[in-house]
């Protein structure tokens, strides 16, 4: 497994990744669209990609307007092989070498996403509009 830079041409991969997901699935595809990609990707943030034998089979991106994490999602049949790790410490590592503002991100409550953010010292800071968890954390909680 490559953990690389995401790029434009990735945006595809990203999608069919995104729209595979059984937690967090988006209720309406159309939600996210090919522009978001691009926007966050080259203008906004910054992203990366896992693959293996050519396949993308996980992607984060970071977002440093809004100081949150867009996006972290694996295909279901490699889920818990430590890839969503590896994605989340690399824009991690990223975000908080760029600002130190408070990085968010929000998912549903009762997952195993939930859990794992848990894991990572974030924060659950209140809920989101839309039912969501809100989670939080600080460049001090990561170390830096």
Known sequence: MQIREALLTDIPQMSTVRLAV???????????????????????GKGWVCEENGQLIGFAIGDLEKHNVWALFVLPGYEGQGIGRELLITLLDWYYGET??????????????????RSFGFTETGKMPNGE???????DDWGV
């Open 22 to 44: 059984k937690e967090n699935a988006l209720s309406n595809p159309a939600l996210v669209t090919e522009q978001d990609y691009v926007d966050f990707l080259s203008q906004r």
């Open 100 to 117: 130190r503002e408070t990085i968010w991100l929000s998912t549903a409550a009762d997952t195993r996403a939930a859990q794992f953010y």
């Open 133 to 139: 968890l809100k989670f939080e954390l600080t460049a």
